[in-house]
């Protein structure tokens, strides 16, 4: 393929070219050359579609929601409902009222931490995790834990990155009352099986809870079919705005829970005697939303659709394979996190070059990566490195970002030869 | 490359490769952990004090290319020196690396002299950290502080 054919086209017939010229960032000079973003795990860029949404919102629709009986309170009202309507369908949820706004996957996690956590744990009861997890959702459960009086086991992982799914099935067991897991790894890539962990889950009697931060942008996400119980994702890491996010629930889960934070909108009536609280979801939204995030995370959701999950899904795991060969032929370069189902993520290390040195002097030729512990402690200390150097992907990147990186690679070891 | 080289001088890549003064210290009187959080790096700092000067210094740990050097001119820098003469060090070249505090950088009991390597970090406020992490743990642990972990924030 020529490089101009490689820049315009991608696999499976996506126009990435076409796709490029919707996201106005990507025409910045960083230290004067063109800018090859590929730190799309820590947070994705936004399409125009996602700004003017947004914009459109604030300059024709702006108030606050469910609370006056004005125009605008009203079409405030309907962007935001609208929004989770969209957003409910795109996970596959059964009802609007099974999602919840919140900042983002962390917040959803400690939401489902401290309410459903603090309702259901017990002195020696389990939560299980897995080694790979975020440290959104390791803390969370270590603070609910504490209060609780409840342990927290954790499942290893293998040498490829993938879940120990033998450990896992002998960790779950009648003690277990939650397991959390990533679907897709931050740190590794990995993609976590999620339907048969749940399967076991559920046989031993325990709940599911999802962080969904890195896949629900990348990969089709259907919480019916995954059989989870809750699944949290990020905005920004889908091409919509920072501070905006979602948590799904199953009804009769987020019906029985505890309401979290208390304010306006979560109640029926207060009075100081007594206070009774509104319904799913709004129990679990106090105080006044982020009506125009949620507008622009509706809109980052129709962006995707409109290209097809499955098509970027695919185009990016051509990526990723291109990516694969043109790293692995830098010497002395190590792919950590190398399961048989990865989402685009690339973490290496390079032998004599500590990644935070790698990520400056790529930085000084317009390539943005992330380096560092990716706020997974665990996963390093697992590999006994202080950190990975990360390339991730999004819509947006081509086979020519991933021939920059590798050229980029090649001036590091120029100056630390 | 120009700016690079900047920040990546020949020396600091020679101490980055070879560090000075690396490992244990026999009769450490005092010593410091520090902690990068952003990064996860982690030094050890040692030091050996008889009547106010740093007798003996070394340091232990892994870190990036900045902060190895770092640590390694550092060892070079205070040995043979007063605590006092450390500290006035200590704020000069934080001084340096920052851009801040002008009074620290006109202090003129004691001369930057090697450690002026680390001008180029200026121009990197996200490495200023590693330039200063053996530092900040010298600090603590000359301060008695062992028990905390330095941070450079």
Not at chain 1, 91 to 115: C, K, P
Not at chain 1, 387 to 413: C, M
Not at chain 2, 106 to 111: K, N, P, Y
């Amino acid at each position: 393929m020529t490089v101009a054919a490689r820049a315009s086209a991608g696999p499976g017939g996506l126009d990435v070219a076409n796709i490029r010229r919707q996201f106005p960032i990507l025409s910045e000079k960083i230290s004067g050359h063109p800018l090859v973003y590929l730190d799309n795990a820590a947070s994705t860029q936004k399409p125009r579609a996602v700004l003017d949404a947004v914009a459109h919102y604030y300059e024709h629709d702006n108030a606050n929601v469910h609370r006056g009986v004005h125009t605008l309170s009203e079409r405030a009202t309907v962007c935001y409902e609208g929004a989770r309507s969209k957003i409910a369908q795109f996970v596959g949820a059964a009802d609007s009222s099974e999602i919840i706004f919140v900042r983002g996957a962390t917040e959803a996690l400690n939401l489902v931490a401290m309410s459903y956590g603090g309702d259901v744990l017990g002195e020696g009861d389990q939560v299980v995790l897995t080694e790979m997890e975020h440290h959104s959702n390791i803390v969370p459960w270590q603070m609910i834990c504490a209060r609780t009086g409840a342990q927290l086991r954790v499942v290893p992982i293998l040498e490829n990155g993938e879940l120990d799914m033998k450990a896992y099935a002998e960790t779950v067991g009648a003690r277990t009352k939650i397991v959390a897991a990533s679907h897709v790894s931050n740190a590794l890539g990995t993609v976590n099986p999620i339907a048969e962990m749940a399967r076991i889950a559920h046989a031993a009697g325990a709940t599911i809870v999802v962080d969904g931060a890195q896949a629900a942008g990348h990969r089709p996400v259907d919480v019916a079919a995954l059989g989870c119980d809750f699944y949290a994702f990020s905005g920004h890491k889908m091409y919509a705005p920072m501070g905006i996010g979602g948590l799904w629930g199953r009804r009769e889960l987020l019906d029985a829970m505890s309401p979290w934070q208390g304010g306006g909108e979560m109640i029926l009536t207060v009075t100081f005697e007594k206070t009774t609280y509104n319904v799913a979801p709004h129990k679990f939204e106090a105080g006044t939303p982020d009506v125009g995030g949620a507008v622009g995370l509706a809109a980052a959701v129709e962006w995707i659709e409109s290209l097809g999950r499955e098509v970027l899904a695919d185009a990016e795991h051509a990526l990723l394979a291109y990516a694969e060969t043109a790293l692995l032929s830098v010497p002395g370069l190590r792919i950590v996190g190398t399961a048989r189902e990865k989402s685009a993520v690339h973490s290496f290390v390079l032998e004599g070059v500590h990644p935070h040195d790698i990520g400056t002097i790529l930085d000084s030729e317009g390539i943005a990566i992330r380096t560092g512990h990716h706020c997974a402690q665990p996963v390093m200390d697992h590999f006994g490195i202080a950190g990975t150097a990360r390339a991730s992907f999004a819509a947006y990147n081509t086979a020519d970002d991933v021939d920059r990186l590798v050229e980029g690679l090649a001036k590091v070891q120029e100056m630390f030869a | 490359m120009s700016d690079l080289r900047d920040l990546y001088q020949e020396l600091i890549l020679d101490h980055g490769r070879r560090p000075r003064n690396f490992g244990p210290l026999p009769e450490a009187t005092h010593d410091a952990i520090g902690h990068n959080p952003l990064c996860g790096d982690k030094i050890t700092v040692h030091a050996r004090v008889r009547d106010d000067v740093v007798e003996g210094i070394s340091f232990e740990g892994q870190g990036c290319a900045i902060s190895q050097a770092s640590a390694s001119l550092l060892t070079e820098a205070v040995k043979g020196r007063k605590i006092g003469d450390v500290k006035s060090l200590f704020r000069k070249l934080t001084a340096l690396v920052t851009g801040r505090d002008e009074d620290a950088s006109r202090e003129s009991d004691v001369e930057l002299g090697k450690l002026a390597v680390f001008e180029g970090v200026r121009q990197y406020p996200m490495r200023v950290k590693c330039a200063t992490l053996a530092w900040h743990t010298l600090n603590n642990a000359l301060d008695g502080k062992a028990a905390e972990v330095a941070r450079t924030e």
